[in-house]
């Protein structure tokens, strides 16, 4: 068992660097299957989710290295081979290999995801797309078997009855080889899935409109290696901007592309806090003595993302006034509220609604880490909180958070990690 303890109330100064896009990495690497030859990806995170993925590919006899963040990823000898339950299970954006070996082989045995417990997160989507491209998906003992007809693939119309990131992913891996054009309509934007979409185009995919509600793509025969470059992590760049504006002394974040946050920085500058903009970074000048509260409502991008709901909670427990989280895309992810009130936060919920009445003064406590980013809000309000907190369940900060201890140790924060 890991666990972080924490020393709350150190000041945080000097300059902190944004790894890769954990959200990307988890569907560019099984992307990278698809090739016929290595495709060789920068910038990636250091993080346990893409350790389970380079030990899923390894599965699969796909050559694999991964050194200062460079995965290179050699798919000519690989084997198609159901995926191990246990691996799947442990984190959702596993299913990604759904897409990418129905692309590549025309057939794949792939178990049911896990992840992070933030309430339905159903695969219907992605089996509908699948199914109008002319796939056959069965459930097989909890394990999905995909598999094509004696007619193969097929480019189809697909309308998506919810906007779904996932979704929109893995009917893109599936269509890129499929014969004719392939319309994905309500497509999901995040820039994550440009991302994807850039990599498969420079693999030599012919897709076009990643990024708004209508995607289309042209099948094409084969897909050949490339190097690419992961874009920054915006729900880090995100976390690390609230640690800043809620303790620092002049903090200043690198590798941020300000766009893909916009909603969220347009909240930190309504609470009254003062950042310098500048082409890849933002400076975060210290926190005034008053900040007002706001009402937060996720929605899909371009909206205030719902992953970095839950690391803005602790800032506005040092709001005036009163406040609501409302999260339109996972409503039950509320579990880090019982664990700040450990700590002493007036908030609550009612109705899948958060509220908050500040300021709050937080105190140390021991708290667990329900999900990936339930961790990043508790690690922010440690840093808050006077006198020692105990941070339990970490397995599931380190599955997103690439150096997070190191981070926050190079920002002034006492930190650390235990091993029990």
Known sequence: MKKFIVNGGQPLAGTVKVSGAKNSTVALIPAAIMADSPVILEGVPDISDVQALIQILRDFNVIVSFEDNILTIDPR??????????????????????????SRFGEGLVGLPGGCNLGPRPVDLHVKGFEALGAKVTNEQGAL???TTDQGLKGATIFLDMVSVGATINIMLGAVRAPGQTVIENAACEPEIVDVANLLTKMGANIKGAGTPTIRIEGVDQLHGTTHQVIPDRIEAG???????????????????????EGFIAKLRQMGLKLDIYEESIYVHPRPDRLEMVNILTMPYPG???????????????????????????????????ELQRMGARASVVNDRIQIEGPNQLTG???????????????????????QSTIYGVENILRGY???????????????LVSE
């Open 145 to 147: 078997h995909l598999v």
């Open 365 to 387: 406590a021991q708290v667990t880490a329900s999900d990936l980013r339930a961790g990043a809000c508790l690690v922010t309000a440690a840093l808050m909180a006077e006198g």
């Open 402 to 416: 690439d150096h997070i201890i190191d981070k926050f140790k190079s920002l002034g924060a006492d930190i650390q």
């Open 239 to 261: 976390t690390y901007l609230t640690a800043a504006a809620a303790m620092g002394q002049g903090v200043r974040v690198e590798n941020i592309i300000y766009e893909h946050i």
């Open 304 to 338: 205030f993302a719902t992953d970095l709901q839950q690391p803005i909670t602790p800032l506005l427990l040092l709001a005036e006034g009163r406040g609501t989280i409302e999260d339109t895309i996972y409503p039950k992810r509320v579990n880090h509220i019982p």
């Open 77 to 102: 000898n690989i084997v198609n081979k159901p995926m191990a339950t246990g691996i799947i299970q442990s984190f959702r954006a596993s299913y990604y290999f759904m897409g990418a070996l129905l």
